[in-house]
């Protein structure tokens, strides 16, 4: 079992920063790809950006050059750097991380990003 916990949401006017975070603890050494993704309501949940163990990053079209996710595998810690945000971005952001071995994927249980002025 995997167990991730978010943070560093919160309210940012547009044009501004924000960096979150995603701790997993549990059987961490199983941990593949680690990712972000955002809900907002009424809408499915889309991918922002996931990252591989081995530090490989992708990005939603909406993100690049905006958001930069990164990893440390020592911490078993993933972390999302955003910025340039806008009122779009606003959002309940989840952490995501999957063990192929298993075939499982983990969610965390979500953090909210507002961006507004």
């Known amino acids: 079992q995997v167990q991730l916990v978010e943070s560093g949401g919160g309210l940012v006017q547009p044009g501004g920063s924000l960096r979150l975070s995603c701790a997993a603890s549990?059987?961490?050494?199983?941990?593949?790809?680690m990712g972000w993704y955002r809900q907002t309501p009424g809408k499915q949940r889309e991918l922002v950006a996931t990252?591989?163990?081995?530090?490989?990053?992708n990005y939603a079209d909406s993100v690049k050059g905006r958001f930069t996710i990164s990893r440390d595998n020592a911490k078993n810690t993933v972390y999302l750097q955003m910025s340039g945000l806008k009122p779009e971005d606003t959002a309940v952001y989840y952490c995501?991380?999957?063990?192929?071995?298993?075939?499982?994927?983990?969610w965390g249980q979500g953090t909210q990003v507002t961006v507004s002025s």
């Open positions: 995501n991380a999957v063990v192929l071995s298993i075939s499982r994927s983990y």
């Open positions: 549990g059987t961490t050494f199983h941990i593949n790809t």
């Open positions: 990252i591989t163990s081995g530090g490989s990053a």
